[in-house]
C-alpha cells in the first residue's frame, strides 16, 4: 500500500514561490509515475504534472512553465516547484500515482494566493 504525505504549502503573494514536498511510503516507489493534483473550492480535482520513473514531465495548460515537478527515488519524494504564482493557484496539493489509488489520497497541503 503507497501512502502520502504533503507538506510545504501556506500563503504566498502573486508572484511569488512555494515548493511542496510530497514523501512516499511503500515498496517500490521508483516503478510508480507520480502526480501532483490540486482542489480549488467548488471545483472537481485536477492533475497539474506528472513525472515517470525516468523523469518525464507532463503539465496542465494552466501551469506549464510556471510549475516544475521532480523526484528523488533514493529518498522516495516528490516535489512542486511553483513559480509566479497566481490567486488561481489556490487550492488544495495532493499527491498521488497516476492513475490515482483512493487509498493514497493524503490530507494535502493548502496553497493560497493573495496579496
Not at 498521488?96 to 489509488?101: D, I, R
Amino acid at each position: 500500500q503507497v501512502q502520502v504525505v504533503e507538506s510545504g504549502g501556506g500563503l504566498v503573494q502573486p508572484g511569488g514561490s512555494l515548493k511542496l514536498s510530497c514523501v512516499v511510503s511503500g515498496s517500490s516507489f521508483s516503478r510508480y509515475v507520480m502526480g501532483w493534483y490540486r482542489q480549488a473550492p467548488g471545483e472537481q480535482r485536477e492533475l497539474v504534472a506528472t513525472i515517470t520513473t525516468g523523469g518525464t514531465t507532463t503539465y496542465a495548460d494552466s501551469v506549464k512553465g510556471r510549475f516544475t515537478i521532480s523526484r528523488d527515488n533514493a529518498k522516495n519524494t516528490v516535489h512542486l516547484q511553483m513559480n509566479n504564482q497566481k490567486p488561481e493557484d489556490t487550492a488544495v496539493y495532493y499527491c498521488n500515482v497516476v492513475p490515482p489509488l483512493r487509498a493514497t489520497w493524503g490530507q494535502g497541503t493548502q496553497v493560497t494566493v493573495s496579496s
